[in-house]
């Protein structure tokens, strides 16, 4: 996979590069990271420049061998600079405030079952207003989302969700900085998982992957080069709303058949539910009689036995592994990353949905992996998108006097 990679991107690129080899070497000077980064000199010193003006890097010197001054080394500013992440979906709502390591510094939840509209709105403003609360006065720089359904970026609109009843064509951005006075940046849920996965998971070693969240939504995110790929209109991913059934059920987007009618947390919690209304699942009915059915109670009654509750994880990794070898047939990433609620279940259904899509992938092997990086990985890949699309961005001004 390629893209075309023009001089904001480029000058953007090397920013990260001088920042992610500060960010591993720390601390270490401007000669090393030429050498480290094979940037020039030049440009080395530019954006050391620029990254020490915006208050990202802190300067120190560096002891060195023999006589002479000792040169100037950086490292990165960790305590001024924080982010606040929001992974919002139907699991719940999960906050966090991370530092530009990405460690978790500060972390809140909350159920969102239930929640539509400005209730959802409500609930992410007091989460995010008892995350600031436990950081020093001026050291968070920004808001993070990660939001499910489709969303414009580059506006911060989230355009349609099904999730959350009303939450359509809504300028979050607008919404939340007048809250809370920060920048805000709004991304779809995959993609902040997709670049966790890159920056921390599983996906450190490629630039070229697939990340699939198998959630009460299925959607994906798609790094090409290291970098997001949206489309020409920004709705790339959307493997939930691949056909599968060309006349199946009724899906939330108005098709018919949709990959998460059939393979979703939902789609399965609803075939449980039929089958131990009708008789066919009574250890199933026995183990939820105090309460609702859920994916926990419907895993356990599979592993105990229960071969019409095992069969409904199957037939879901099946469709799920049918639509994850399409778009690698399609694309041939160098790996495969799947995540999410149905991502802890393995012997349910990761090792099937590994042997379906080895199956039907028409190039070969399929390096498929399972994330590791647990429920707060969308809401640290919100903040790190953050300080890349925020921390990072270089005017045409600096450009020029910097000659990058």
Same mark, same amino acid.
């Given at each position: 996979?390629? %893209?075309?990679?023009?001089? =904001? ?9 001088? @920042? +992610? ?31 020490? &003006? ?18 100037? /080394? @950086? ?54 207003? #008892? *995350? ?16 499910? /359904?489709?969303? +414009? ?9 099904? $999730?959350?009843?009303?939450?359509? &064509?809504?300028?979050? %951005?607008?919404?939340? $900085?007048?809250?809370?006075?920060? #920048?805000?940046?709004?991304?779809? =849920? ?14 450190? =070693?490629?630039?070229? @992957? ?95 036995? #229960? ?22 047939? !399609? ?9 999410? #609620?149905?991502?802890?279940?393995? +012997? *349910? ?8 899509? /080895?199956? %039907? ?14 429920? =707060?990985?969308?809401? !640290? ?9 925020? @921390?990072? %961005?270089?005017? &045409? ?6 000659? *990058?």
């Amino acid at each position: 996979m390629q %893209r075309t990679v023009n001089h =904001d991107d480029m000058r953007s690129a090397n920013m990260e590069s001088v @920042f +992610d080899c500060i960010r591993a070497h720390a601390p270490v000077t401007k000669r090393q990271i030429q050498s480290l980064t094979g940037l020039s000199w030049g440009s080395v010193s530019n954006l050391c420049s620029i990254l020490l &003006e915006r208050g990202v890097l802190r300067e120190l010197p560096v002891r060195t061998e023999g006589a002479g001054r000792n040169p100037s /080394g @950086f490292d990165i500013n960790l305590k001024d600079n924080l982010i606040i992440g929001l992974d919002v979906n139907l699991s719940g709502l999960t906050g966090v405030v991370c530092d530009l390591r990405s460690r978790v510094l500060a972390r809140v939840w909350r159920p969102t079952e239930g929640r539509k509209g400005e209730d959802i709105l409500r609930l992410m403003k007091e989460a995010a207003a #008892e *995350l600031l609360g436990q950081t020093a006065a001026g050291t968070v720089k920004g808001l993070a989302i990660a939001f499910p /359904g489709q969303v +414009d970026a580059e506006r911060g609109v989230s355009l349609w969700t099904h $999730q959350f009843g009303s939450l359509s &064509e809504v300028n979050m %951005r607008e919404i939340f $900085q007048r809250a809370f006075g920060l #920048e805000v940046l709004l991304e779809h =849920d995959p993609n902040c998982m997709a670049v966790c996965e890159h920056w921390m998971g599983a996906a450190q =070693d490629v630039e070229d @992957f697939l990340f699939v969240r198998l959630s009460y939504g299925i959607g994906m995110g798609i790094l090409t080069g290291g970098a997001v790929y949206r489309g020409h209109s920004g709705a790339s991913g959307e493997i939930g709303h691949m056909t599968m059934l060309p006349d199946g059920e009724p899906c939330c987007c108005g098709n018919r058949g949709c990959l998460e009618t059939v393979a979703s947390v939902d789609a399965i919690l609803r075939r449980c539910r039929e089958l131990a209304a009708d008789g066919r699942a009574p250890l199933l009915a026995s183990i939820a009689a105090d309460g609702p059915i859920t994916l926990e109670a419907a895993a356990r009654a599979a592993r105990q036995g #229960e071969r019409a509750v095992a069969e409904v994880f199957s037939r879901a990794a099946d469709y799920a592994g049918i639509a994850v070898a399409n778009v690698v047939n !399609i694309i041939d990433p160098a790996a495969v990353v799947i995540g999410g #609620e149905l991502a802890a279940y393995p +012997d *349910l259904c990761i090792e099937r949905l590994r042997e379906t899509v /080895g199956s %039907r992938a028409w190039s070969g092997p399929v390096d498929l992996r399972v994330s590791s990086l647990g429920g =707060d990985s969308a809401a !640290i890949g919100a903040a790190a998108m953050f300080i890349r699309r925020v @921390f990072f %961005r270089i005017s &045409e001004e600096q450009a020029a006097l910097g000659g *990058l």
